[in-house]
């Protein structure tokens, strides 16, 4: 009994949250009616019943077909007549807070009801705004025309205290379910475009074959290094390593295995700098390393250790083994001396490198 009872509400919630057969119709704005439609049956049901009983046969005969437009409305929404759904939506919701002011009273909260048949017009987004504008004004109008023939009536009665918490209290179900469903859908939106934001930065800011920042990122972080390096009085070393000999790779084994080359040597760099600063592909087979709150000293240790991995480092690529080397340059920041002049120092250093043999770190 219970697997069926389970298996029932699995169903029902299969259902409810099936999309519309049109690719251009929302699904939330779906999901909306249904869960509306199905709590103003039971309104309808329960208010006509008292209705019954106190008399006002009109009324609650009225909420009888009124039941039937929403099953019709809800059916809507499976059928690629969503915006039909929203329209029946809305005029349901009007026929119930005229009739109830008419027949209970202006304090029975059924402005209520047609506050949010109004709301839900503008959570359409394909209707045109004359559209809406115009039902709101025939929907005032006809609150208005309302008003006059309840004035008009011999024998006004006293508001039903029933009537009035069992309104608020449908109505405020009914803000909420209609709230969530499009705080879900703007909540959901918003995180697709920030998602879509963060990868379009992180393509702007990222070398596309290494995936290590770009020379454009590594760029801005040294402005912001030296824009606060005099009030931080922290160390900053920087240094420039080339892959010794990277033409020869590419000629005898192809672009394809510089490329390889290129992605295995970042791998390396940036799984070392994790803790330690900022590693860039500064340019072709050159990278940029800034090593935060170190002097040269220690960070001359760090390259060594790094030039040591590159050098023990057996590339594979198709079959073929082989070993490479690294040089690189290496230069402390000053008071009296930013990043570009920092930079400059380091990539002259490299130079010397090349020139003395090459795999070494020269400081």
Known sequence: ????????????????????????ESDTLAYM?????LL???????????????????????????????????????????????????????????????????HSNYYFFIS????????????????KILYVLFDFFMTFVVLVLFNRRENVEDVSYFVLYFNML????????????????????????????????KMADSDPLTGLMNRRNITGIL???????????????IAIGDIDFFKKVNDTYGHDCGDYVLKKISYIFEHYMIDKGYVARWGGEEFLFVFKNMNADHAYVC????????????????????????????????????TDETINNAD??????????RNRVVY
Request: net charge positive; with cysteine.
């Open 1 to 24: 009994g219970v697997f069926f009872v389970m298996d029932f509400f699995e169903r029902i919630k299969k259902s409810f949250l099936s999309a519309t057969k049109s690719e251009d």
């Open 33 to 37: 009616l249904r869960g509306s439609g």
């Open 40 to 106: 103003m049956i039971l309104y309808s049901i329960v208010l006509s019943a008292y209705c019954f009983i106190t008399g006002k046969t009109a009324f609650a005969g009225t909420l009888v077909v009124l039941i039937l437009a929403f099953i019709i409305m809800i059916s809507y929404t499976y059928g690629g007549r969503l915006m039909v759904a929203m329209h029946v939506y809305h005029l349901t919701l009007l026929v119930i807070g005229l009739m109830g002011i008419y027949y209970f009273s202006p």
């Open 116 to 131: 949010i048949g109004i709301l839900a017009l503008f959570f359409n987004t394909t209707s045109a705004r004359q559209t």
């Open 170 to 201: 449908m109505t405020t179900l009914l803000v909420i379910i209609n709230g969530a469903a499009f705080s879900f859908k703007f909540a959901k939106t918003e995180s697709k475009l920030y998602q879509y934001a963060q990868k379009l930065k």
């Open 223 to 237: 402005e912001e290094i030296e824009s606060g390096y005099e009030s931080s009085n922290n160390l900053v070393s």
């Open 303 to 338: 390259l060594e250790e790094l030039r040591h991995s590159v050098e023990k480092y057996n590339f594979v690529y198709e079959g073929t083994g082989f070993k490479l080397t690294m040089t690189f340059g290496l230069d402390e920041m000053s008071s009296t001396m930013g």
């Open 348 to 357: 002259k250093k490299l130079y010397m490198g090349k020139e003395s043999g």
